[in-house]
């Protein structure tokens, strides 16, 4: 009788594991950091040098 459980167990289907979640947390882990570092890098980037505004404000053609 003992090798009858064994062979139920051997073909039963083995029971999902729960990947959404963990998965689904790695991935806003992932798209939280790269949003944080193009805020940085955008609010760093988007800023001219005070030669550039020296430059427009005195009208040169810049070409």
Known sequence: ME??????EFYE???E???FPQSFFCLLAV?????????VY???YY???PA???ALA???NLQ
């Open 3 to 8: 090798n009858a459980y064994k062979i139920k």
């Open 47 to 49: 800023h001219a040098d």
């Open 31 to 39: 798209l939280l950091a790269v949003c944080v570092a193009f805020g």
């Open 17 to 19: 594991k729960i990947v």
């Open 42 to 44: 955008v609010s760093d």
């Open 52 to 54: 550039a505004e020296d």
């Open 13 to 15: 289907e083995p029971e």
């Open 58 to 60: 005195a009208g040169m």
